[in-house]
């Protein structure tokens, strides 16, 4: 099996203040060292990226953002560039959230343009997928990841994949308190990497797919156990230090 190092994301969502993000980013430079077995990134807000850059500089923490443009620049009143983030050290970009499709009408095209713009600044997309709850109840699950996952390929090619994260987090698990079994999981997991590995077998071996939807501390090692998932991106759960902290020690056996 390829060495593929757990990555914990934090997504933030539109969560906290000044004061309370102090406090937790505080909490988490003292709990994350060298010894920390996972790659860990916070995606918060895009108003405290420049406090977090800077609160992050000479840490083991990377930074992320929840969003970007799929435009360059220009009269777009209110939209973020993908050079903006970098001007932040951004190296993460979370793109196709499953709240960005569904509340703000972001189609796959959008989805695989915004992809291209992470890219075209070297940081790393973290590609979201995942199926609604009617859609897992009427076996349609397979047919929408891979849907969502092709419109992205088809765009960038396979190759653009050696330099990217797949989230696979089903929408009726996010925020609900219901979290996929482990075996649930990974049965996904396992079908987007042999998916990737019919264009390109070792970009799909190497690849980190991580499991998203209400990870917890007490659920986040026995799903990142599982063969083919590969850490978490957090939600909840990752507002709270300890809870967070707890989930990024969580290891594979
Ligand atoms: P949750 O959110 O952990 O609160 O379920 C996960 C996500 O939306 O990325």
Redesign the pocket.
């Known amino acids: 099996m390829a060495n593929r190092k757990i990555l914990v994301a934090a ?1 933030w ?1 539109m969560n906290g203040s000044l004061e309370s993000i102090r406090h937790l980013i505080k909490a988490l430079t003292q709990g994350i060292s060298n010894e920390t077995p996972t790659e860990v990134v916070v995606c918060p807000s895009f108003v405290y990226l420049s406090e977090l850059s800077e609160q992050l500089n000479k840490t083991n923490i990377k930074l992320g953002a929840q969003n970007v443009s799929h435009l360059e620049v220009g009269a777009y009143t209110g939209e973020v560039s993908a050079s903006m983030l970098n001007d932040y050290g951004c190296e993460y970009v ?1 793109v196709g ?3 960005r499709r569904m509340l703000y009408q972001e189609t796959d095209e959008r989805v695989a343009e915004k992809f291209c713009a992470i890219q075209s600044k070297n940081m790393t997309p973290i590609l ?1 997928v995942g199926e609604l709850l009617e859609e897992r109840e009427s076996a349609n699950t397979e047919k929408v990841i891979a849907r969502q996952l092709d419109a992205v390929i088809d765009k960038v090619t396979i190759d653009a994949f050696v330099n990217t994260v797949i ?1 696979y ?1 089903p929408v009726w ?4 308190g219901k979290t996929a079994t482990p075996e649930q999981a990974q049965e996904v997991h396992q079908f987007i990497r042999l998916r990737l590995a019919r264009r390109n077998k070792s970009i799909a071996e190497n690849i980190r797919i991580v499991y ?5 501390a007490d659920n986040a090692n026995q799903l990142f156990e599982m063969a083919d998932i590969d850490g978490g ?6 507002l709270i230090a300890k809870e967070f902290l707890s989930i990024c020690h969580a290891v594979r056996k």
């Open positions: 997504n969502k979370i959230h499953s709240e979201c989230a987090e698990a996010i925020g609900t998203g939807g209400s990870v917890k991106l957090i939600g909840g759960a990752s």
